[in-house]
């Protein structure tokens, strides 16, 4: 049994192999990009859109209301392709998993990886765009600039945490049905299937809420924020 897609060659030319990880990551991504073109090819804003259509909007709304709802912004529309394309590879891969032969790449813990190496760029990124270089950098240096190299090693640690946490609940789910269905009757390894599927959509909403958080937190770093805020109520000073 394989544990990972990483350890399925498909192909191999001398010491260069493709390997199920990296088939199925292209297969899904034309397949999410087929599925956008062919869900907004007949977009009128004089006609009703279709079943597709309809169902691409309505995980647009919803990921952009819990952007909304995440950052405390009013408009949270800039963020909404990156975390909706997070949401979506993930939720869609663990989802195909149902098909016989699929290898989900968020199996490999070089996919999941990658991804929580994006949110860590994407983290600055948004950062500096909301609130300045100054503004974001002012963040490593709070209290003090002894606090630099903890605030450093605490973004990374999270992003580890984020590619070992997706990584583990997806493989262990995929060995357990695997296991189950060589030991067990028809019906069990079906219900766990199910499960799986389950687990995987929290998994994908999991994440991309983190990633969200992380996003949120760097929108808000703002060079003495906290000292410009009064307290509400208080004494007046003469």
Known sequence: MEITPDHLVLVQWGFLHLNATIAYTWALMILLVL??????RHIRQDQPGGRWQNVLEAIVLTVRGQIREISGQENG????PFIGTLFLFIA?????????????PTGSLSTTAALAICVAVSVPIFGIRSSGLKGYLHHYLT???LMAPFHLLSEFTRTVALAARLFGNIMSGSLLVGLLLSITPFFVPVTMQVLGLLIGLIQAYIFSILAMVYIAAAFRRQPGQAAEQKPEGGPAHG
């Open 35 to 40: 599925g956008a073109w062919l869900g907004t």
């Open 77 to 80: 529309s800039e963020c909404v």
């Open 92 to 104: 869609v891969s663990n989802t195909l998993e149902v098909v016989p032969g699929w290898h989900p």
């Open 143 to 145: 209290p003090n600039i």
